[in-house]
C-alpha cells in the first residue's frame, strides 16, 4: 500500500492543495476524494508524476 501526503492540514476555498505519493507507487495514481455537502472528484496521474495540485472551493466545485 502507498502513502499520500498533503501540503496542507485543511483545506479552505480557493486555495491550493497539493497531494503527494512515494516515488515507489505504480502509475497511473487515482485519488478519489468527496467534498462535503458537495461532490466526488476523482483525479489521476499522468505519466511518472509523484504529486498533483488542486484548487478547492466550498461550493463544491475542483479545477485541475
Do not use: H
Not at 468527496?34 to 504529486?51: K, L, R
Amino acid at each position: 500500500m502507498e502513502r499520500f501526503y498533503l501540503n496542507e492540514t485543511s483545506v479552505s476555498q480557493c486555495n491550493p492543495v497539493e497531494v503527494y505519493w512515494d516515488a515507489t507507487a505504480v502509475s497511473p495514481v487515482r485519488v478519489l476524494g468527496v467534498i462535503p455537502q458537495g461532490q466526488i472528484f476523482e483525479f489521476s496521474s499522468i505519466g511518472e508524476a509523484t504529486s498533483m495540485g488542486m484548487c478547492t472551493s466550498t461550493s463544491g466545485q475542483l479545477t485541475k
